[in-house]
Nanobody
Framework: VQLQASGGGLVQAGGSLRLSCAAS????????MSWYRRAPGKQRELVAA???????RYAPSVKGRFTISRDNAKNTVVLQMNSLKPEDTAVYYC????????????????WGQGTQVTVSS
């Protein structure tokens, strides 16, 4: 199973970006898909997560500005980021956890390559 992220870039404060991540391979289902980020000099943090049923959770710092969504049939997850702030600057990573790859077979904690998001003031 591989995760491919896209959509990062440079944007001015107040602007928007949309990150996408597609999981490929022999996938029956993915329980949780998430976005994490690592800012320079900081630890990696959870930004948003969504489960198969559509339940979501967000970091307090992004709640109300970011929206996570997914397409279970296509194994994709999208992070819509609005009202971006300079402190959102980071490398963003998508994550898939509890991925069913066969009968009774699962893979856990899979990561895509990071995508850089830079917000200028």
């Amino acid at each position: 199973v591989q995760l491919q992220a896209s959509g990062g870039g440079l944007v001015q404060a107040g602007g928007s970006l949309r990150l996408s991540c597609a999981a490929s391979g022999s996938i029956f289902s993915i329980d949780v898909m998430s976005w994490y980020r690592r800012a320079p000099g900081k630890q990696r943090e959870l930004v948003a997560a969504i489960n198969t049923g559509g339940s979501t959770r967000y970091a307090p710092s992004v709640k109300g500005r970011f929206t996570i969504s997914r397409d279970n049939a296509k194994n994709t997850v999208v992070l819509q980021m609005n009202s971006l702030k300079p402190e959102d600057t980071a490398v963003y990573y998508c994550n898939a956890d509890h991925v069913r790859v066969g009968v009774g077979r699962y893979e856990h904690d899979l990561w895509g390559q990071g995508t850089q998001v830079t917000v200028s003031s």
